[in-house]
């Protein structure tokens, strides 16, 4: 659970923040380039910055935790029994793994791939901060488009070849955000591509020419003692704690450098100030900025959470088929690309004369955070008894009073905690922002975009710091809710006397 947390914070961490984090860690006058400087192993800094290398760090690093997470959902609920079974039959660990655990664990490969490779075609802040010329992606013609030539005509038709892109993949492979173990006896849907009927011809016979080879081995290993080496679990052990620096130290540098007493950023800090903490809190932009942004993220979390959670009550009481349409449906602003989407979004509210208003903003927003709160909602009302209800109701409660009475309280942890990623999504938005507010309307994180364009500020270490607080602030929200909710059941007990 310890190593979920730290995966799941620099999940919720702004990606603007991390973005920064690599290019203060890869710039001429970086952390790395800074270090070999001072050890003499290089005599002008290397160009790790601005190239193909930099931005597969920094999308990377920011895709891991997306694939992390839907392989742990699966994998928590695979029996570890099986692997058991598969090493008293002769099986190496490796062998048991590749032949048992990773094909059940599938699904989560298949749904983490393609989430990351459907959003990473909308990529456009880590490409624009971290590539040079050469590695422009199609979002960022779209965004310079938007901004410049306002070619409406290339503007669409670079959008909708985005959407094809993503359409297609996931229609060929499909994507199953439920991850249900219990589904296993049921036929997989097939996809549009499958490989060749001899590829699986050709398996089977190679297959079958090796099964005289692998019964002889496990006949020969059959009373062989066993290997108790702690090397697979040292170099296990090895391998999470490089992933969990790869993915915890950008931030820690950040806050390091925030502190830093010099004129300009430094690791280490030759002396520890809050000379740019007073610069953000002193500086009208900055705190105005700041002040905008929960605006209009208290705005999206109203609005969102009351359509979500009326959205999520009404789709667990649709029929099945339709209930798995329609949260599709609602969930494309979170699983199509970002550009897209804003693109979208921005053709729909010109019509409206919203573009430049907070207004138009919120309501931008909106569309991808209803789609969180209806997926966390939807699963605590999976597990809601609607029994209650009946009973409530049995007792002459009204549908209305039923609902406020029986079903929200009970539902409540889900709520908040759709809540809270709906505030985590309004805040940390930069490229919807940037196509609807334009030139009038300045959030945090589109302030930040822009020095960090324009001047890296010293400042913006502080700003990022105190960016990289807001998450952790909310995983404390959802864990004390969660322990009141689970002490709720004791002190609802009713008097027996009474």
Known sequence: MALI??????????GLVRTYAWIVILGDRGLINNMLLDLGLISSPLPLIYNRMAIYIGMVHIMLPMMILPLVSVMMGIDKSLMAAARSMGARPLTAFWRVFFPLSLPGVRSGALLVFVLCLGFYITPAALGGLRDAMLSTFIASQVSTAFDMARIAASAFILLAVAVITLSMFGLDLSHAQGRAAQPARKPWLSLPSSFGTLKRWFNELLTP?????????LYQAGDNSRWPKIVGTAFIVLVMVYLLFPGLVVVIMSFSAGMFLEFPPSGLSLQWYRSFFGDPSWKGAAWTSIQIGVAVTILSTIVGTLAAYGLSRTLPRLRGFLTMVILTPITFPVIVVGIATYLGLIKLGLLGSNTGIVLAHSIGAIGYVVVIVSATLANFDRRLEDAAMSMRAGPFQTF??????LIRPGIIGGAVFAFLHSFDEVVITSLIGGLSIRTLPLKMWENIRHQIDPTIAAVASLLMLVPVLCLIVLYVTGWRSTLSPQR???DPAT
């Open 5 to 14: 947390v730290l995966v799941i914070i620099p999940f919720l961490t702004s």
């Open 213 to 221: 080879i692998r019964a002889k081995r496990w006949i020969a290993q």
């Open 404 to 409: 406020v009475r029986v079903t929200l309280p």
């Open 492 to 494: 609802a007990r009713p």
